[in-house]
């Protein structure tokens, strides 16, 4: 999360959210809006890279959204128009003379909200995304489709736990978006190290998908959040074992496996075969890190600094403070170069109690 943004704003964002959301489930669960069931939810293919898709939520099919009030259609057609040309600048004077055309009480207010989030998104700038789309919320906090971008814009601020209660929320107003939101539920899941939840969404998974390979990713990597470390490495042996040409993010996983096991050198080997299928184009390494190279390299770091040998603590150094891996990683890797003296115990000069005998 940005670190310019005042801890007392997040603590306000994350009670307003947590106070709507409890509020819309209690009149949810008295209308005839059903939760989520587990068979609902899919994510047959890996997840794209998320700078590149930022809005890839797609409308509510079940609750009809209203379209723009006609003072705000004509703007909102020239900056859709605009973004086609990549005209960013063009297309954030189109949205903000929509914005001054549509009244705060309109019905229509949380719309143009919405597409001036995306419009944000697109242009990269994640703190304005999240000023929009909690206008949006305050305009239509009853729109699934606000709460999906909620959760999409709380997971790239470094907050997993409210993204996960905004996507639930999406879930529960509108079901016919839970196979959109599952790879944002599970990305908020992971980042948060939700042992408890991420094993709930390899089930609904698995319970759609039962003949996916990418099953066993799933619950190999929520067994071991859950420290349930072996599970997991018996659990991923059973899929790379009956086939070797399995996706990236399988061996990526083991990697991590090895890693808990303080196996170094053969997370190295695991590492090795995910970066080359990454390389080649295996995209499905974006399941389990938003910068799998980056993510790749400090792993490698890990394992070289776990072998122990000073040349070896040197060069993971190196490479860790390349890709800006955590401080606690690098002051290891700079200890580890600097072997441990072996301790001779003090032994006293040995000394005659009695003299010898003439």
């Given at each position: 999360m940005s670190t310019n943004r005042?801890?007392?704003?997040?603590?306000?964002?994350?009670?307003?959210?947590?106070?709507?959301?409890?509020?819309?489930?209690?009149?949810?669960?008295?209308?005839?809006?059903?939760?989520?069931?587990?068979?609902?939810?899919?994510?047959?293919?890996?997840?794209?890279?998320?700078?590149?898709?930022?809005t890839r939520i797609p409308s509510p099919t079940e609750t009809p959204v209203p379209t723009a009030t006609p003072e705000a259609d004509g703007p909102l057609k020239i900056m859709r128009l605009a973004l086609v040309h990549d005209a960013f600048e063009v297309a954030e004077e189109a949205w903000e003379e929509a914005v001054q055309v549509t009244p705060e009480d309109s019905p229509h207010r949380g719309r143009v909200m919405r597409d001036g989030t995306r419009?944000?998104?697109?242009?990269?700038?994640?703190?304005?995304?999240?000023?929009?789309?909690?206008?949006?919320?305050?305009?239509?906090?009853?729109?699934?489709?606000t709460w999906a971008l909620v959760g999409v814009i709380m997971a790239r601020q470094g907050e997993p736990k409210v993204a996960e209660v905004a996507l639930r929320m999406a879930e529960t107003l509108n079901p016919g978006l839970t196979p959109d939101v599952f790879a944002d539920r599970w990305r908020a899941a992971r980042q948060a190290r939700d042992g408890d939840m991420m094993t709930v969404l390899a089930q609904t998974y698995s319970s759609r998908e039962?003949?996916?390979?990418?099953?066993?990713?799933?619950?190999?990597?929520?067994?071991l959040a859950s420290g349930q470390v072996e599970a997991g490495f018996h659990h991923l042996?059973?899929?790379?074992?009956?086939?070797?040409d399995s996706a990236a993010v399988l061996w990526y996983t083991l990697g991590e496996v090895y890693l808990a096991q303080r196996a170094p050198n053969e997370a190295l080997i695991a590492i090795a075969v995910a970066e080359n299928r990454f390389k080649a184009g295996d995209l499905s390494l974006y399941l389990a890190s938003d910068d799998p190279l980056r993510d790749l390299n400090i792993n490698r770091g890990r394992a070289l600094v776990g072998i122990s040998d000073p040349e070896q603590c040197a060069q993971a150094e190196s490479m860790l403070r390349r890709?800006?891996?955590?401080?606690?990683?690098?002051?290891?890797?700079?200890?580890?170069?600097?072997?441990?003296?072996?301790?001779?115990?003090?032994?006293?000069?040995?000394?005659?109690?009695?003299?010898?005998?003439?």
């Open positions: 005042p801890a007392s704003r997040l603590l306000i964002a994350s009670l307003v959210l947590l106070g709507i959301a409890i509020t819309l489930l209690i009149l949810s669960a008295s209308g005839d809006t059903r939760p989520a069931t587990p068979g609902e939810s899919i994510l047959a293919q890996p997840s794209p890279p998320w700078e590149r898709f930022p419009l944000a998104l697109l242009r990269g700038d994640i703190n304005a995304a999240e000023t929009r789309v909690w206008d949006a919320v305050r305009a239509s906090a009853r729109d699934a489709e039962p003949e996916n390979p990418l099953g066993f990713y799933y619950r190999a990597a929520a067994m042996l059973i899929q790379l074992r009956a086939e070797s890709w800006d891996a955590p401080a606690d990683i690098i002051d290891r890797a700079r200890r580890c170069q600097t072997p441990t003296p072996t301790l001779t115990p003090w032994i006293p000069v040995q000394t005659t109690l009695y003299p010898p005998p003439l």
